[in-house]
Each structure stands twice: as C-alpha cells, then as structure tokens.
C-alpha cells in the first residue's frame, strides 16, 4: 500500500493554524513528562497574531500530511538582527513537532530551508522559538522528568530527525538543578568573592520595589539587553519586545525572586528567578481563559520550585562575579516560601566561569538543550 506525504506552508485560515497548534497534543498525549504551552503566547510566537519579534522579522509555517493526517510542523525564520549583528545570510527553523519517521521530517525541513533560501538565506540553525530571546534549543539529555517553565521538551527520537537531515551540533546548553539545601551552603571560595565584593564596592543589593514594579522589569530587561552583547548567538530584544515581555512578566514575577544590584547608586546588574508553574499549567491545559489564568495567578505562592532565569551585570562589571550577590540576596526569601528546588537555565556551553561557579557551588547539570546548524548550498534551486 503506497503511503502519501504533502507539505503545506499556511497562511492565514484559522483551521490550518489550529491543525499547528492542536499537533502537540497529538503527539504528546501519552507523554506524562510533556507540558503543554500557553495556547495564546504559542499563537503570537509563532506569528498567528501580533507578537513585536515580527515587526522587522518574517516567518513561514510548514505543515507535514501522511496519508491525510497532520504529522509534523515547522517554522522557517528569517531573523533580521541576527543577520545584521553577525553579518551573516543565516535563517532559522522552530517550533518543530513530528512523528518518527524521517521521510516526513526531511520533507518538511526541506520546504522550509527551501523557503530560506528565497529568501536570500545560505545556512540554517535551530531550533529556536522563535529567536535565543525566548524557548530554544532540542532536548538530548534529561528525558526523565518535565521541562521548567519555558524551557522546551521533546522526545529523544527528534535529534535523529536533525541529524538525518543533515544538521550538526553548534552549541549545547545546559540546565543545572539542585535542592536547596545544597545551593543554601556556599563554596569556600564564592563566598570570599561575595565578601571581598561588599568590602570595596559601595553596593547595596536589593529586590524590585514593587511600587514601581513596571519600571523595575524594564530596567531588568534594560540590564539584559546591555549585558549580554558579547554572549554566543545573541540579539538584544528589541524596544517593542522589551515592553511586551514586560507586560507579560508583572504578573508572573515575586519580588522576593527578583535582585537590582547598585553600585554608588548605579543600577549594574540583575536577578531574575520565575517560578515554575508548568504544573499549573498542565492542570489548565495551557488554556488560560476562561478562568486558567486565575488558577495561574493563585498559584503563586503555593509551588515550590523555582527556574533561575538570569542574573546579568553590565560590561565594565563582569569580570567581579556580582552575579553572586544576586542570589545570596535571594537566597533567604527563597527559604522563607517554602522553595524546595532550583533550576539554573540555561547556560551555554562556552559560558565557562558561569558553569564552574554553578558546579563549585553543587549543582547537577541535569539537562542538555541542543543547537544544531546546516548549511542550505545543496538546496539552492
């Protein structure tokens, strides 16, 4: 009996978007590790209504039939700044989902590197949901328990739907977990850092003023964006991005898991710890209305396991480890909710003195996320 396969690249009509979206449960349905995605930001992301990533950057989906059926989908990217930034044609895919089988993969990566390349593009990496600003990477090492708050799953056959294809490694990053009794007992030599920290900087550490509570997340993303200009892959968000992540994270975000770091009254550096509410959102099925975003909300101060997003510090700052000073601030107010365990995610692989501060202190790498790059020459029409 002869098997048909057909790729289809979607536009606009509602019942191809939901066929994208609904693939997920599909495929994951018997996975008890998989954590749905908030059904609206997954609908922005990948372009299906106004998110600011495409204001200047294009996108096109892919879906994969068998037989008829929906079996795979994927997003080809071309990110603007990126190209600009590393003076390089280079596109990029997300938001993959397939079955395991590698005809339907191979055709639906080819569509869309194909779409690359009319677009002017001659590599590809990924992936990346939609840029390194927001989920990324394949999960390779890890499967035994579910992903932290936006941070990506899928099952391990995936990388060899990459590798088949042609992809080859460009970049791990890594995930380091711990309880918190073993983060709460300092390394001998990072506390001499902290102590030596306090002794010749005028510095006060601090957590968000919650009166001004819109204008500390700003100054976070702000102290994100100027940090990072030297780090693998990098794109600062941009303006109208910076606004929308805010939005978003006033009304995830504690205060007692937030650090500003001051030096003579400067602001230099910044921690963020989110909470994980993948449970939460897993009970809700990613929907958050009707009344899923109330039981989000409620949530807050009822889990106990927290995602270290980021600790950043301003250029001139770095080489002092000030980073540290954010979570020892935290530290005490992370006890004090009941906070059981810490996940530091991600770190890249070639970010080495963060790897080591993390590993001297007791952490586990306990997942590997993958970046994967391809050359798109064999495809040019």
């Not at 280079?90 to 339907?104: K, S």
């Not at 191979?106 to 690359?116: G, Q, S």
């Not at 073993?182 to 030596?196: N, S």
């Amino acid at each position: 009996m002869t098997v048909t396969y057909e790729v289809r690249r979607i536009g606009n009509q509602r019942s191809d978007q939901k066929r994208f979206i609904n693939l997920l449960w599909d495929l994951y349905r018997d996975d008890p590790n998989w954590v749905p995605p908030l059904v609206h930001a997954q609908r922005e992301l990948v372009g299906f209504v106004k998110h600011p990533f495409y204001d200047r950057n294009r996108s096109a989906n892919f879906l994969v039939f068998k037989d008829g059926r929906v079996v795979g989908r994927v997003c080809a990217l071309v990110n603007v700044g990126h190209n600009q930034r590393f003076d390089e044609q280079r596109g990029f895919l997300g938001f993959f989902e397939c079955i395991n089988d590698t005809q339907a993969s191979n055709l639906l990566f080819r569509e869309a590197c194909r779409y690359l390349v009319e677009q002017g593009m001659t590599d590809v990496r990924g992936p990346t949901n939609p840029s390194l600003n927001y989920e990324v990477g394949l999960l390779v090492d890890g499967f035994d328990s579910p992903p932290t708050f936006m941070m990506t799953y899928n099952p391990p056959y995936y990388e060899n739907l990459f590798l088949n294809f042609g992809f080859e490694k460009t970049q791990d990053l890594y995930a380091f977990s711990g309880h918190i009794s073993m983060i709460a007992t300092v390394d001998p030599k990072l506390k001499f850092v902290i102590d030596e920290l306090k002794r010749r900087f005028n510095v006060v550490v601090r957590p968000f003023n919650t009166k001004r509570f819109k204008e500390e997340v700003n100054l976070f993303l702000d102290i994100y964006n100027k940090s990072l200009v030297g780090t693998w892959g990098f794109v600062p968000l941009s303006d109208a991005e910076v606004a929308h992540q805010a939005k978003g994270l006033k009304h995830l975000l504690l205060p007692e898991l937030t650090t500003v770091i001051e030096v003579d009254g400067k602001p230099i550096g910044a921690g963020l710890g989110l909470l994980d509410y993948n449970s939460v959102i897993k009970k809700i099925n990613g929907r958050l209305f009707p009344f899923g975003f109330i039981q989000l909300l409620t949530s807050k101060r009822k889990l106990n396991r927290i995602r270290l997003l980021s600790t950043n510090v301003l250029p001139a700052y770095q080489k002092w480890g000030f980073g540290l000073l954010a979570l020892e601030r935290m530290l005490p107010d992370v006890l004090k909710l009941g906070i059981q365990h810490g996940e530091f995610s991600w770190v890249l692989e070639s970010n080495h003195l963060s790897r080591a501060s993390l590993e001297r202190g007791g952490l586990a790498r306990s997942k590997t996320y993958r970046l994967y790059d391809r050359s798109l020459s064999d495809l040019v029409r």
